[in-house]
């Protein structure tokens, strides 16, 4: 009889943490006031970012509460991925946590510190965890960020 291939492992945690992080938007979503969202975009550069584990690249960022967000990006190599971060101090210095599906990085899970350097920009250390084409691991994360309004 054939074994059946084993499902559970790293992507199970990774999904999970990016489910909880999706359901965790939600409410966050649902309880904010009626205000537009906070819209920022961004680039970066550094090895690796931490939201869609590439080394160079575009982010756009809505602000679904104080502290959550969905984002989108595009980069090399990971060309394109989705999630959502929580960050203690979106515009000053704090941990932020990151989950998120893509292309390059099928799912990722990153744990970074954010220092702010100068007016929008900011320097993120920390690491993280991927399943991705290439490579399925742990994964350093060290990038430059320069945000636009």
Same mark, same amino acid.
């Given at each position: 009889?054939?074994?059946?291939?084993?499902?559970?492992?790293?992507?199970?945690?990774?999904?999970?943490?990016?489910?909880?992080?999706?359901?965790? +938007?939600?409410?966050?979503?649902?309880?904010?006031?009626?205000?537009?969202?906070?819209?920022?975009?961004?680039?970066?550069?550094?090895?690796?970012?931490?939201?869609?584990?590439? $080394?160079?690249?575009?982010?756009?960022?809505?602000?679904?509460?104080?502290? %959550?967000? %969905?984002?989108?990006?595009?980069?090399?190599?990971?060309?394109?991925?989705? +999630?959502?971060?929580?960050?203690?101090?979106?515009?000053?210095?704090?941990?932020?946590?990151?989950?998120?599906?893509?292309?390059?990085? $099928?799912?990722?899970?990153?744990?970074?510190?954010?220092?702010?350097?100068?007016?929008?920009?900011?320097?993120?250390?920390?690491?993280?965890?991927?399943?991705? $084409?290439?490579?399925?691991?742990?994964?350093?994360?060290?990038?430059?960020?320069?945000?636009?309004?």
């Amino acid at each position: 009889m054939a074994a059946l291939p084993r499902t559970a492992g790293p992507l199970q945690y990774v999904c999970t943490l990016l489910t909880a992080a999706v359901i965790i +938007g939600l409410v966050c979503r649902a309880t904010a006031e009626a205000e537009q969202p906070r819209r920022t975009s961004s680039v970066h550069a550094g090895f690796l970012y931490p939201a869609g584990v590439d $080394v160079a690249g575009y982010t756009a960022e809505v602000g679904l509460s104080d502290h %959550w967000y %969905w984002y989108y990006t595009f980069g090399f190599p990971s060309l394109a991925a989705t +999630g959502f971060s929580c960050y203690a101090d979106y515009d000053g210095n704090g941990p932020v946590a990151t989950a998120g599906v893509g292309i390059g990085s $099928v799912a990722y899970a990153s744990v970074v510190y954010q220092l702010r350097v100068a007016d929008n920009q900011y320097l993120k250390l920390g690491g993280g965890y991927t399943t991705g $084409v290439a490579y399925t691991g742990l994964y350093p994360a060290l990038s430059y960020e320069m945000r636009f309004r």
